[in-house]
C-alpha cells in the first residue's frame, strides 16, 4: 500500500542549528512528494514540493530532493530560527481513477530555541 | 492565508449529537478534499469532491457524510458522534481532479465530544 514514515520526533534544536528530517515512503508508480508545515494553531501550509525524481524543492531555506532509488524526501534546513518551530509532515500524492488524495506521514514537532 | 474557509473554528458537543462541518474553497477551486487529524491516527483522508461529485473515499465512517454545493461550499456531516471522533477536520481545495496542482487548507474546525 502507500504510506510515508518520517522520523516522529520531538526534535530541539538551537538556532542557525542545522535540521534534518528523515522522510521515506512506499507506493507503487511515481507519486509527487510534499512537506507541509502546520503552525501552532493553524492549518496546513506547503512549504515544497517535487513531482519526479531528482528534484529539489526548495523553499524559505527548507530544502528536499526526491530520491526515487532510496524512496526519500529528507527535508533539510542549514540553519533553523526560532519561527521554524512547528509541526512538518511530508506527504505523497495518490492520483487514481479520477481522484487524487493525499498520504501523510505522522509529523515532526520542532521546537527551535534562542 | 490560503483563501479557504471552514467554519466554526471550534464546536463542542455531546456523544450522540449529530454536527455540520462547512468549507468554502478558494475561489474558482472544483476540487474540495476533507481530512481529519486525531492523535492516534495522525492526519487521514476523509474524502474528495469535484464539481458536485464524489470522487473518491478513504477512511470515512458510514456514520459521516459529506456533499458538495452547486456554489462549490461542502458540508461534512458527523452523525451518533462518539468520544474518538474528536479530532482536527480539515478542508482542502485544488482547482482541478487530479494530479495538477497542490491542495490548499483550510485552518480547521476542532471538534470536541464530551
Known amino acids: 500500500g502507500n504510506s510515508v514514515t518520517q522520523m516522529e520526533g520531538p526534535v530541539t534544536l538551537s538556532e542557525e542549528a542545522f535540521l534534518t528530517i528523515n522522510c521515506t515512503y512506499t507506493?507503487?508508480?511515481?507519486?509527487?512528494l510534499f512537506w507541509y508545515v502546520q503552525y501552532p494553531g493553524e492549518g496546513l501550509q506547503l512549504l515544497l514540493k517535487?513531482?519526479?525524481?531528482?528534484d529539489k524543492g526548495s523553499n524559505k531555506g527548507f530544502e528536499a530532493t526526491y530520491r526515487k532509488e532510496t524512496t526519500s524526501f529528507h527535508l533539510e534546513k542549514g540553519s533553523v530560527q526560532v519561527s521554524d518551530s512547528a509541526v512538518y509532515f511530508c506527504?505523497?500524492?495518490?492520483?487514481?481513477?479520477?481522484?487524487?488524495?493525499?498520504?501523510f506521514g505522522k509529523g515532526t514537532k520542532l521546537t527551535v530555541n534562542p | 492565508d490560503s483563501g479557504v474557509t471552514q467554519t466554526p473554528k471550534h464546536l463542542i458537543t455531546a456523544t450522540g449529537q449529530r454536527v455540520t462541518l462547512r468549507c468554502s474553497p478558494r475561489?474558482?477551486?472544483?476540487?474540495v478534499y476533507w481530512y481529519q487529524q486525531s492523535l492516534d491516527q495522525g492526519l487521514q483522508f476523509l474524502i474528495q469532491?469535484?464539481?458536485?461529485?464524489?470522487?473518491a473515499k478513504g477512511n470515512i465512517l458510514e456514520r459521516f457524510s459529506a456533499q458538495q454545493f452547486p456554489d462549490l461550499h461542502s458540508e461534512l456531516n458527523l452523525s451518533s458522534l462518539e468520544l474518538g471522533d474528536s479530532a482536527l477536520y480539515f478542508c482542502?481545495?485544488?482547482?482541478?481532479?487530479?494530479?495538477?496542482?497542490?491542495?490548499?487548507f483550510g485552518p480547521g474546525t476542532r471538534l470536541t465530544v464530551l
Open positions: 482542502a481545495s485544488s482547482p482541478y481532479l487530479t494530479g495538477r496542482d497542490t491542495q490548499y
Open positions: 507506493a507503487t508508480g511515481y507519486p509527487s
Open positions: 517535487a513531482t519526479k525524481a531528482d
Open positions: 506527504a505523497l500524492r495518490i492520483t487514481q481513477g479520477g481522484s487524487e488524495k493525499l498520504v
Open positions: 475561489s474558482g477551486d472544483l476540487s
Open positions: 469532491y469535484y464539481n458536485g461529485e464524489e470522487r
